[in-house]
């Protein structure tokens, strides 16, 4: 059973800073791209950052140069650190493996919320 474990959201003011975690389990993650989502009320659920299994990142126009995805394979631990944070940035906030069958799994995700 394939699981992923969302955290880290909260509410946080524009400019500031919140750091995203997502823990795997039931599949070998080491050798896996891994994604962050996000869906905004209203809005249909958008890809912000991938991460190969070799480290290579590629980001949403939207948030590049101000969010870093990265990992821990020891700890089967996707992360998503998000600076400069707009009111814009507002959503929930799911990780994914998006390889083939593993895609249907999602976690609950995690809210994040930026005041202006």
């Known amino acids: 059973q394939v699981q992923l474990v969302e955290s880290g959201g909260g509410l946080v003011q524009a400019g500031g800073s919140l750091r995203l975690s997502c823990v795997t389990s039931?599949?070998?993650?080491?050798?896996?791209?891994m994604a962050w989502y996000r869906q905004a009320p209203g809005k249909q659920r958008e890809l912000v950052a991938r991460?190969?299994?070799?480290?290579?990142?590629n980001y949403a126009d939207s948030v590049r140069g101000r969010f870093t995805i990265s990992r821990d394979n020891g700890k089967n631990t996707v992360y998503l650190q998000m600076n400069s944070l707009k009111p814009e940035d507002t959503a929930v906030y799911y990780c994914?493996?998006?390889?083939?069958?593993?895609?249907?799994?999602w976690g609950q995700g995690t809210q994040v919320t930026v005041s202006s």
């Open positions: 991460i190969t299994s070799g480290g290579s990142t």
């Open positions: 039931g599949t070998i993650f080491r050798v896996y791209a």
């Open positions: 994914n493996i998006p390889v083939g069958y593993l895609s249907d799994y």
